[in-house]
């Protein structure tokens, strides 16, 4: 499966963005997905994931409250709604797709076989 992150770009504080992770080759609905996202000079942080019926979700505590993550697998894709965006915030968000089962996810790197390419998101004024 190839994923294709987009969405991302400059905003200011407090602003808002909707991030989307569509997927092409193969049908999305079999893969747990994540986002993670990297800061420059900072390790890869996981953000969320939504299990594969999206009965299961997870949130970094950095976000929680602020960022909502769905999916809708007639279209493929899954969206990462990001609400009062801060500075700290300011990464480049990158999906993964991997054929976890189960009504839990983890944002660990290893469980997730594809990537997309990442899109930018910065937080400035």
């Known amino acids: 499966v190839q994923l294709q992150a987009s969405g991302g770009g400059l905003v200011q504080p407090g602003g808002s963005l909707r991030l989307s992770c569509a997927a092409s080759?193969?049908?999305?609905?079999?893969?747990?997905i994540a986002w993670f996202r990297q800061a420059p000079g900072k390790e890869r942080e996981g953000v969320s994931c939504i299990t594969t019926t999206a009965i299961g979700t997870r949130y970094a505590d950095s976000v929680k409250g602020r960022f909502t993550i769905s999916r809708d697998n007639a279209k493929n894709t899954v969206y990462l709604q990001m609400h009062s965006l801060k500075s700290e915030d300011t990464a480049v968000y990158y999906c993964?797709?991997?054929?976890?089962?189960?009504?839990?996810?983890?944002?660990?790197?290893?469980?997730?076989?594809?990537w997309g390419q990442g899109t930018l998101v910065t937080v400035s004024s």
């Open positions: 993964a797709a991997g054929p976890i089962p189960g009504d839990v996810c983890h944002t660990l790197p290893f469980l997730y076989d594809y």
């Open positions: 080759g193969r049908s999305l609905n079999i893969y747990t």
